[in-house]
C-alpha cells in the first residue's frame, strides 16, 4: 500500500509557544480526505522543522507532503533538500507560501499544490502510482506548479470544492495531542473581506461553510475522543453569518455536553451586536477574540477597506464585556506612513478598554496581499527573499524583520516595547484579580498564563541604536 507523509513544516525553536498548540489542520484534512477517496490508509503527520535520514529511513514513505506558510519557507527548502540527499521520493510541497509564490517551487521540490489541495494531492497520488512523475499526465491536472525542462509550468486553476461536507473530518487521530494543546475545529473556508494584510480571500476566495449539521458532528467526535472542557472554533470568521450561528447555537444546545463543554472564537467588530453576543453567550462561548488592527481611523481605513470604523471597535468590545464574553484583540501598528501619534491613539484605545488580553504585531506584507504589492512595488520585498524575515515579532529582531512603515527601526521597536508593557501590565492584573476570586484556581491558572508570559518576555530587554 502506498504509504505517504505530510512534514508540517514548523519553527523548532517556538514549537512550545504556538507552533504545535493550535493544530494546523492542512495536511490532517489531506489525510483524511486522501483516505476516504482514495483508500490511502497507511498516511503518517510529522508537525517538525527537520527530519533526519533515520526516520526518513525507518518510514519508508512513497509520497512526501510538505506543507508551509511563508515564515517556514527556509526551513520547507532546507527540508526539501534534505529528504532528497537520502531518498528518491517524490515531494510535493503546499500550503499559503507556495500557493502565493509558485515561482518559489526549488529544484527538490518536485511538485507545489496551489491552493485548496485535497483533490489535488488526490489526484496526484493516484496520477503518480500509475504513472511516476509524468509530465504530460501532470499537465492534466489542475492547480498545480511543476518544473518542465528549465522553467515552471502552471496547470488551470482548480476549483473549489463544494460543498464543504464532501471534506471528512481532519484526521486528528494522526497527531499526538498533549494537555497543553488547544482543542480548536474550522468551521469554513474563506472569508467575505478583504483586509490589505490578509491572504484568505485571496487563497480561499469568498467564504464556505460545513453545514450546521457536520459542524456538530465534529464536535461530538473531539469531544467523545478527547474530552476537553474548551474547544476553539478557529475560523477566519465563525461568527460572521448569524442565521448560521443560530442554526448551531440551536443545535449544540440539544447535544449532551451543552454546558459541559465551553467555546473560544474569533468575532469582527462590525458584526457584533446583542443578538450574537446572546448566542454566544448561551451556548458557553467565554472569550472572544478580534482584529481590531488600529484606532485611528485613518489607518483602520487603510487596512481593512472602510469596513469597520473605531467607533465600532469600542462598541464591539464593550458589549462583549458587557455580556462577560471577555473581549481579546489583535492590533498592527507600522502601515505604511503611519505616524508614532497614530500609534499611540491604539495604545490610549487599548488603555481605556476592557479588553482582557491583546497583542499588538508589527504589519507584515504577507505574499498575495495588497500589503504585499505595495511594498514590491517600493522594493521593499522581492519573490526570492529570505523569509525567515517574515516571523511575527518584530521584537525578537528587529534589525532584520521586515517593515514596511518609513520611521527609523529604534522607533518603531521603542513603540511596539509600549505596547508590550501594557499587555504585561494587563496580564499581571488578571492574575492578581484571579487570585482574589479563586484562590485554589490560581496555580493552575498560573501555568496556564505561562505561554502568554514568554510571549513577552523580550519586554524591556532589547534595544536598538538608529
Ligand atoms: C488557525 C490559524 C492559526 C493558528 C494555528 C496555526 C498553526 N498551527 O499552523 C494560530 C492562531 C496559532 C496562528 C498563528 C499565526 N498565523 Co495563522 N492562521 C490560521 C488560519 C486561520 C487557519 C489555518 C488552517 O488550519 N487552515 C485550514 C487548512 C485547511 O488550510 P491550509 O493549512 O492552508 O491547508 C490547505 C492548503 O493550503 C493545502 N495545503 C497545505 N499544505 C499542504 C501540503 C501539501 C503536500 C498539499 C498537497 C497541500 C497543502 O491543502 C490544505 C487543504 O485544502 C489561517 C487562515 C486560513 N484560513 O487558512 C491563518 C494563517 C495560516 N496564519 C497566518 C499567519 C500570518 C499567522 C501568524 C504569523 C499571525 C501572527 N501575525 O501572529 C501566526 C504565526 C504562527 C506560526 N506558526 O508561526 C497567515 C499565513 C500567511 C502566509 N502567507 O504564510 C494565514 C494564512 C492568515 C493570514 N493572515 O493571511 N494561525
Ligand atoms: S483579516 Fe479577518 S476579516 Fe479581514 S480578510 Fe482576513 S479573515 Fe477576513
Redesign the pocket.
Known amino acids: 500500500m502506498t504509504r505517504v507523509l505530510?512534514i508540517n513544516v514548523?519553527?523548532e525553536s517556538?514549537r512550545k509557544e504556538?507552533?504545535?498548540?493550535?493544530?494546523?489542520?492542512?495536511?490532517l484534512?489531506?489525510a483524511s480526505y486522501l483516505s476516504k477517496y482514495g483508500g490511502y490508509n497507511d498516511t503518517q503527520v510529522l508537525e517538525t522543522g527537520s527530519v533526519s535520514a533515520e526516520i526518513l529511513n525507518r518510514i519508508k514513505p512513497d509520497i512526501l507532503?510538505?506543507?508551509?506558510?511563508?515564515?517556514?519557507f527556509n526551513i520547507a527548502k532546507q527540508i526539501c533538500s534534505d529528504i532528497k540527499k537520502v531518498m528518491d521520493v517524490p515531494i510535493?510541497?503546499?500550503?499559503?507560501?507556495i500557493?502565493?509564490l509558485p515561482n518559489n517551487l526549488t529544484e527538490d521540490m518536485d511538485i507545489g499544490?496551489l491552493?485548496?489541495?485535497?483533490q489535488?494531492?488526490l489526484e496526484?497520488a493516484q496520477a503518480y502510482e500509475r504513472h511516476g512523475l509524468d509530465q504530460k499526465k501532470l499537465g492534466a491536472i489542475d492547480g498545480i506548479v511543476y518544473r518542465s525542462g528549465h522553467h515552471l509550468e502552471i496547470t488551470h486553476k482548480r476549483s473549489f470544492i463544494k460543498p464543504l461536507d464532501k471534506i471528512p473530518f481532519p484526521a486528528r487521530h494522526l497527531i499526538h495531542y498533549d494537555p497543553t494543546h488547544i482543542h480548536?475545529m474550522?468551521t469554513s473556508?474563506?472569508c467575505p473581506y478583504n483586509c490589505v494584510?490578509?491572504?484568505?480571500t485571496a487563497?480561499?476566495g469568498n467564504i464556505r461553510y460545513f453545514s450546521p449539521e457536520y459542524v456538530i458532528a465534529e464536535l461530538r467526535q473531539i469531544i467523545q475522543d478527547y474530552h476537553p472542557k474548551v474547544v476553539s472554533f478557529?475560523?477566519?470568521l465563525f461568527s460572521g453569518n448569524k442565521e448560521r450561528l443560530r442554526n448551531i447555537a440551536g443545535l449544540i444546545k440539544k447535544e449532551d455536553f451543552y454546558g459541559q463543554v465551553k467555546f473560544t472564537t474569533s468575532a469582527r467588530a462590525n458584526l457584533v451586536d446583542v443578538e450574537t453576543c446572546k448566542l454566544l453567550k448561551d451556548i458557553g462561548v467565554f472569550s472572544v477574540s478580534m482584529g481590531l488592527e488600529s484606532s485611528c481611523d485613518r489607518i483602520l481605513t487603510y487596512l481593512k477597506g472602510g469596513s469597520v470604523t473605531v467607533e465600532q471597535n469600542r462598541q464591539a468590545v464593550e458589549l462583549l464585556a458587557q455580556y462577560d464574553l471577555k473581549p481579546t484583540a489583535t492590533f498592527i501598528i507600522g502601515s505604511p506612513t503611519e505616524t508614532i501619534q497614530e500609534m499611540t491613539e491604539t495604545l490610549n484605545f487599548i488603555k481605556h478598554s476592557k479588553l482582557a488580553s491583546f497583542k499588538a504585531?508589527m504589519l507584515?506584507p504577507?505574499?498575495?496581499?495588497q500589503v504585499w504589492n505595495e511594498a514590491k512595488a517600493k522594493g521593499l520585498v522581492s519573490d526570492f527573499m529570505n523569509w525567515d524575515d517574515?516571523?511575527?515579532d518584530f521584537e525578537d529582531k528587529p534589525e532584520s524583520r521586515v517593515i514596511v512603515n518609513e520611521l527609523p527601526r529604534p522607533e518603531l521597536l521603542r513603540m511596539m516595547n509600549l505596547f508590550i508593557k501594557e499587555a504585561k501590565h494587563r496580564l499581571i492584573k488578571r492574575v492578581v484579580s484571579q487570585g482574589i476570586q479563586h484562590p485554589k484556581k490560581i496555580i493552575k491558572f498560573i501555568q496556564f498564563q505561562i505561554t502568554l508570559w514568554r510571549k513577552l518576555r523580550h519586554f524591556g530587554g532589547k534595544e536598538l541604536s538608529e
Not at 507552533?19 to 492542512?26: K, L, M
Request: with cysteine; charged share 15%.
Open positions: 505530510f514548523i519553527n517556538r504556538v507552533e504545535v498548540r493550535h493544530p494546523a489542520f492542512g495536511t484534512y489531506l507532503g510538505v506543507s508551509s506558510i511563508t515564515q517556514h510535493m510541497v503546499g500550503g499559503f507560501h500557493s502565493c499544490v491552493g485548496e489541495g485535497e489535488t494531492m496526484l480548536a474550522l473556508r474563506g494584510f490578509c491572504s484568505p487563497s480561499w478557529s475560523d477566519d504585531q507584515l504577507f505574499p498575495n496581499t517574515f516571523e511575527w
